[in-house]
């Protein structure tokens, strides 16, 4: 079983920074693909980063250049970095992994999901 356990609510002024990160345990060497989704209420849920296990990433448009995906594989963590923050990126984050290898940003093609980040980006 794999088990997502992303890091606290966080909040930031337009323009800021804030990295967001998520600890995978359990079976973790079932996980090839990782990937950052966020959702605001009454839309459906985006893929924002996704990041696959040769350490290629993709982004939705809209932060491109501002967000970057990583690993450390070493602690089992997938980290969001986000620069240059406007109130439009407030959601609620959630990290997700999944054990096919294919890059994706489709969250029907991931298996496990964490519990989620709030992310509050004020003016």
């Known amino acids: 079983q794999v088990q997502l356990w992303s890091s606290g609510e966080a909040s930031a002024q337009a323009g800021g920074s804030l990295r967001l990160s998520c600890e995978v345990t359990?079976?973790?060497?079932?996980?090839?693909?990782w990937a950052w989704f966020r959702q605001v209420p009454g839309k459906e849920r985006e893929g924002v980063a996704g990041l696959d296990y040769a350490g290629r990433a993709t982004y939705e448009e809209s932060v491109k250049g501002r967000f970057t995906v990583s690993q450390d594989k070493m602690k089992n963590t997938v980290y969001l970095q986000m620069n240059s923050l406007n109130p439009e990126d407030t959601a609620m984050y959630y990290c997700a992994a999944k054990n096919s290898a294919t890059l994706s940003l489709m969250s029907y093609t991931y298996n496990f999901w964490g519990q989620g980040t709030q992310v509050t980006v004020s003016s």
């Open positions: 359990g079976r973790t060497t079932e996980t090839y693909g």
